[in-house]
């Protein structure tokens, strides 16, 4: 468990190191590729609210999130524009039950997916940068006549 701890650190430091790059490249051109919206921060686990109202707000913000997500007709990402606001929602319900659950091993699995749910949505959001970036450069490049190939 501590190996896949560290192992995971470092591939978030990774990612972490290659948005810098990819945040730079991309601030250099107009995006024409919608991107989705950053999680809402609508959403706060709190003992104010009982297990169910937090569970029922999780899944409210979730489910609005991904219904606005873009679409794009491109299946790729449509999918990872809607799966960033399902993670959330994960994580978003593994902080209610950490405030309620009595359980260790839900509130082990609860501190699970908050890790691994946060590092999946910074690799599905650097892989709509990365596609944004690619998408930028083929428009930016010049046609090329196919008779001087």
């Not at 501190?111 to 690799?123: N, R």
């Amino acid at each position: 468990m501590y190996g896949k701890l560290i192992l995971l650190a470092a591939l978030i430091s990774v990612a972490a190191m290659f948005l810098q790059v990819q945040k730079h490249t991309a601030q250099s051109a107009t995006s024409t590729v919608p991107l989705p919206p950053a999680p809402t921060a609508e959403f706060t686990a709190s003992t104010d609210k009982t297990f169910d109202q937090l569970m029922g707000d999780a899944m409210s913000v979730m489910h609005r999130d991904m219904h606005n997500a873009p679409h794009t007709g491109d299946p790729d990402r449509d999918f990872v524009t809607m799966m960033i606001p399902h993670h959330q929602g994960a994580i978003d319900m593994a902080k209610a039950i950490l405030l309620y659950g009595k359980d260790p091993q839900m509130r082990r699995l609860a501190q699970e997916i908050i890790i691994d749910q946060q590092s999946e949505i910074q690799l599905m959001q650097l892989w709509l940068k990365q596609q944004s970036a690619n998408s930028e450069n083929a428009t930016q490049r010049p046609a090329v006549d196919p008779s001087k190939r």
